[in-house]
């Protein structure tokens, strides 16, 4: 154990707790004291990856209690926190961090080409230099697959979902990945199980203002999450809950590699990031560490960039 930072039997709550931003998250904290209630959900198969990395959590010497259970089930959230109430005890939930990655990404239109848009850059190359554009379409997904970022425009462009998204598909992805923070909080609440001096967290990204291709719901569901989470930190402060939404920068989580084009995204970003790499779970891990150190009790409200100053970079070289 690193040391301990936080009040022995002190908790955290972590929705989404066995992969990214959750596991790595778990890991910091346990690692300086904080015991651990993880909810994740997984298909079995995928518990032999998952089982020894929360072994490693239990090797901090802290309590870590794991649950493989849809956190967006409201019979099932009575029943976990439940459970979390018998592990720990009335105000013993230091920090709540709400990582749950379960959205559509579809296009909310047909694609078609832009009025006046040239053949794509790879054709025009090949024609150019007299070569076959088969054999430079492997060659260039290859290298840029390999890491060569620069050959993003001749790398072979994302495929979307041929369906397009519909209602039903945003509506649930804004409660799966935003308005759900709302009713673990009140839950939590009512039933006594914060701290005194408690820390709720979001996670957002860059698409809360930007629009990417097939990012229309989990946007939308961005934008729903930063606004509970205001109000959370305005309506629960005199409970003494803050709460504080995290915005990474582009990271390389298993819900990056479901988004059409991530490969694209992860390229852009490198050569934007000023230090020329993605964002890791760890980096977000270590600002949740920090703003759950008493010394942080004043930040309350924020949305945090944990991006290397990607976000202010306007250079791609």
Request: charged content about 25%; overall charge neutral.
């Given at each position: ?44 198969g995928a518990m032999a ?68 848009a040239r053949a794509h ?33 001749l790398a072979t462009p ?160």
């Open positions: 154990m690193a040391g301990r930072s936080f009040e022995a039997g002190t908790w955290a709550l972590i929705l989404g707790g066995s992969s990214g931003f959750g596991l790595a998250t778990a890991a910091k904290l346990a690692a300086h004291g904080m015991n651990l209630f993880l909810v994740h959900r997984d298909r079995r990856r998952i089982e020894p990395e929360f072994e490693k959590l239990r090797g901090s010497g802290v309590e870590v209690v794991t649950r493989n259970a849809d956190a967006l089930d409201p019979e099932r959230r009575v029943a976990l926190l439940d459970e979390l109430a018998q592990a720990a005890g009335p105000g013993r939930l230091r920090v709540l961090l709400h990582s749950i990655a379960f959205g559509n990404l579809k296009l909310i239109a047909p694609e078609r080409p832009r009025p006046f850059p790879r054709a025009r190359l090949a024609a150019a230099l007299g070569i076959d554009e088969a054999k430079l379409a492997e060659a260039a997904d290859r290298l840029f697959a390999e890491g060569e970022d620069a050959l993003d425009g994302p495929a979307y979902a041929p369906r397009a998204l519909d209602a039903e598909d945003v509506a649930r992805t804004i409660y799966c990945m935003g308005t759900s923070l709302l009713d673990w909080v009140q839950d939590a609440h009512a039933r006594g199980l914060f701290a005194p001096d408690a820390r709720v967290f979001g996670l957002t990204s860059e698409g809360n203002e930007l629009a990417w291709k097939g990012y229309a719901a989990v946007s939308a569901a961005k934008a729903a999450l930063e606004a509970i989470a205001r109000s959370v930190a305005m309506e629960f402060a005199p409970h003494g809950i803050r709460c504080n939404v995290l915005q990474p920068g582009v990271t390389e989580t298993p819900a990056l590699a479901a988004i059409p084009g991530s490969a694209h995204l992860k390229a852009s970003a490198r050569r934007r990031n000023p230090f020329g790499r993605l964002t890791t779970p760890a980096d977000v891990a270590n600002v949740v560490y920090l703003l759950s150190l008493d010394e942080a009790a004043w930040i309350n409200g924020s949305l945090v960039r944990v991006d290397g100053g990607e976000h202010v970079s306007g250079s791609t070289s």
